[in-house]
């Protein structure tokens, strides 16, 4: 019952026209976001988002291609946009040590104190982490920890931010590009204006994670097709 009043209430609700079959459709584009990243957008059917569906709700085992036998895969990188981060950072010392670090489960093993992670800790990890890509400061933080059920440790906090600082090597050069053309490049040349100045590592690493999703699909198009 939850579920259909949330039905009700936040999609249906939203549907502009009737439908001659039983179908939504979404439509999806990279040209509604400062960084290029593909989302699903409203159009002239609705102006619903299944993207906004819970990864555990069974109501995405419903999403069908709409492609005839067509068929839908979900791949998923880990640490995706961190790993960027490091990659770019040019210091190949740091790049061989953490190569295979998994940075959101270590930052989960500084804020729990243990070895052992299960996986909704881990996910408090990587929250923790994007605060701190996306320029987001200690109270932020604080109040993250506290709905999680964490008391702010200070000096887990710092180990934290120590052990990823080398990630943030190029943030220098994005606030120089930024101040002197008002934009910012990012690993593939691609132009970004971010809003706020404060935004300008996290929308680079965004925009490089969406071109690099465009070009792998692009590969795995060609795969398909030659295969």
Known sequence: FLWYKDLMTNWLSSLKIKFKDSYIRQLYSNKTTITGRISAVANEHSTINVQMIAKD??????ICSSFINGNIYAFDYQSFETKIALYVSNDKPYID????????????????????????ERNVGKIINHIINYGGGEKKIMSKMSEHGLKFNFDAIKKIQSGMEPLFGILSELEVEYD?????????????????KWALFSNYLQSTAADL????????????ETN
């Open 213 to 224: 999703v465009t070009i792998k699909v692009q590969m795995i198009k060609d795969f398909l």
């Open 57 to 62: 709700d069974i109501q995405r085992k419903n």
């Open 180 to 196: 002197q053309c008002g934009f910012v490049s990012n690993f593939y040349g691609h132009m970004i204006k971010p809003r706020k």
């Open 97 to 120: 040590l953490h190569k295979e670090t998994d940075f959101h489960l270590r930052t989960s093993q500084i804020l729990y104190n243990k070895e052992v992670i299960n996986e909704e």
